[in-house]
């Protein structure tokens, strides 16, 4: 082997010697080359995005949604039509709140805990709603995955169900106890002392059915719509009508309308 080779197959030990070292070196290599196949990966979804190409073609969203009125979950599936557009299919559960539920004290348990009440309610509320709508792309087009903007609307049907609201009392003069309902206890009203509430299970077998409708829209701001990881806040109004008056409170007149804003947190995954 003449000089020249030696010294070439030197060179060639020796670059490869100093790059694994590099390689070793830096811990965050791997984690450089993740964020440049994903930057790369963006690049080429916004290219075929810009030309009018789908990039997913169907989300499942679940929702977590905090009402002026009232609380509940969500669920949709949406459909994309074209890169602005998107159908969507939508159910939630919500139970409603009346603005004059206050809490009182009640008795006490064994534990010293405090049973508590609301006076004079009458039901609780629970709706069961589904919706069809559609969701336009209106902001953030351009950005490469920041946030995305959205408008939508929706309307559809939705069923009340009304469980008597009962409360566990005692009867002042036997000492006798029993379950009650505020229309009963308001009839005589000297007569009991309430205990406290008595619970989420008890009313289901007398529970009435309400039909309606409802129509809402919305403002969605998405975060990296881009990913195929869903993170979204939801802000909105949904406009809902009873066929019958709901008897929230025994001392309030019944409504049939509802108006309501909300706010929903928003996380699924696109395909």
């Known amino acids: 082997m003449n000089v020249k080779k030696i010294l070439v197959?030197?060179?060639?030990?020796?670059?490869?010697?100093?790059?694994?070292?590099?390689?070793?070196?830096?811990?965050?290599?791997?984690?450089?080359?993740?964020?440049?196949?994903?930057?790369?990966?963006?690049?080429?979804?916004?290219?075929?995005?810009?030309?009018?190409?789908?990039?997913?073609?169907?989300?499942?969203?679940?929702?977590?949604?905090?009402?002026?009125?009232?609380?509940g979950i969500s669920y949709e599936k949406g459909k994309f039509i074209t890169p602005r557009r998107t159908r969507l299919l939508m159910f939630e559960l919500n139970e409603k709140?009346?603005?004059?539920?206050?809490?009182?004290?009640?008795?006490?348990?064994?534990?010293?805990?405090?049973?508590?009440?609301?006076?004079?309610?009458?039901?609780?509320?629970y709706q069961l709603k589904g919706?069809?709508?559609?969701?336009?792309?209106?902001?953030?087009?351009?950005?490469?995955?920041?946030?995305?903007?959205?408008?939508?609307?929706?309307?559809?049907?939705?069923l009340g169900f009304e469980k008597p609201y009962y409360v566990d009392v005692q009867n002042l003069d036997t000492q006798e106890r029993s379950r009650k309902t505020f229309d009963e206890i308001l009839q005589d009203p000297g007569k009991y002392g309430v205990l406290g509430a008595s619970g989420f299970t008890v009313g289901w077998g007398e529970v009435k059915l309400n039909p309606g409708a409802q129509v809402?829209?919305?403002?969605?701001?998405?975060?990296?719509?881009?990913?195929?990881?869903?993170?979204a806040i939801e802000a909105g109004i949904n406009l809902e009508y009873y066929a019958k008056g709901v008897p929230q409170m025994v001392t309030v007149e019944e409504k049939h309308l509802f108006f309501n804003a909300y706010v929903t947190l928003l996380f699924g995954k696109r395909k």
Not at 108 to 114: E, L, P, S, T
Not at 216 to 231: I, M, Q, W
């Open 131 to 158: 919706a069809y709508g559609y969701q336009y792309l209106i902001g953030g087009k351009s950005n490469k995955n920041g946030i995305a903007v959205s408008a939508l609307w929706a309307g559809g049907l939705s």
């Open 97 to 125: 709140k009346h603005p004059k539920e206050d809490k009182d004290a009640g008795s006490f348990d064994i534990f010293g805990n405090v049973n508590q009440y609301v006076y004079g309610k009458a039901n609780n509320f």
């Open 9 to 71: 197959l030197s060179l060639g030990i020796l670059a490869s010697t100093m790059t694994m070292a590099q390689s070793q070196s830096d811990p965050n290599a791997p984690r450089k080359n993740k964020k440049a196949e994903k930057k790369e990966r963006i690049n080429a979804m916004a290219k075929m995005e810009e030309e009018g190409e789908l990039i997913f073609n169907k989300h499942s969203i679940f929702g977590i949604k905090l009402n002026t009125d009232g609380y």
């Open 216 to 231: 809402k829209s919305a403002l969605r701001f998405d975060y990296g719509r881009f990913n195929e990881v869903v993170s």
